[in-house]
């Protein structure tokens, strides 16, 4: 399918992606094939920079760090900024490219965004239908993890 050279601590890495299902993973890495059971990350395919993203399904991203879940969950949670009429940043990065403006309609699957991290581009799209009631961020401005991109009325 897809094939990466990556450095890890300076030691390096071929890592070619056989197969992808919508919680699981199956990478060959140096040689060796790993089974790699994620959690899904709602709203985000992961693309090459300068790729169009793919027709059909988005691709998950790696699960989250262990450290502080307890917190990000509650924080995604709370009413006021993470409810699920909001949009948020499911890791940190740069916005590169803002797709929807203020009082446009969406349909749920549609880019809102592009977030680049770790040079590689995700489609950040809309989880439900819905109206965009306010962008937060600008093209080029570094977000956090769980950071509020969009709402939505």
């Known amino acids: ?38 959690d899904e990350i709602e709203n985000l395919a992961l693309f090459g920079t300068g790729q169009q993203p793919p027709q059909s399904q988005p691709v998950p991203a790696a699960p989250s760090r262990k450290a502080g879940e307890q917190k990000a969950t509650a924080a995604r949670t709370a009413p006021s900024l993470f409810g699920s009429d909001n949009v948020i940043a499911p890791i940190p990065g740069q916005i590169i490219a803002i797709n929807v403006a203020r009082g446009q309609e969406i349909c ?11 040079k590689m581009e995700n489609i950040i799209t809309a989880k439900r239908d819905g109206v965009i009631a306010e962008i937060c961020v600008s093209a080029g401005e570094a977000v956090t993890q769980d950071q509020v991109l969009i709402t939505m009325a």
């Open 108 to 118: 749920k699957g549609e880019p809102v965004l592009v977030l680049e991290a770790m």
């Open 1 to 38: 399918m897809k094939q990466y050279k990556l450095a890890i601590n300076g030691n390096p890495y071929t890592v070619k992606i056989l197969e992808l299902a919508k919680d699981v993973v199956t990478a060959e890495v140096n040689g060796i094939r790993h089974t790699v059971a994620i």
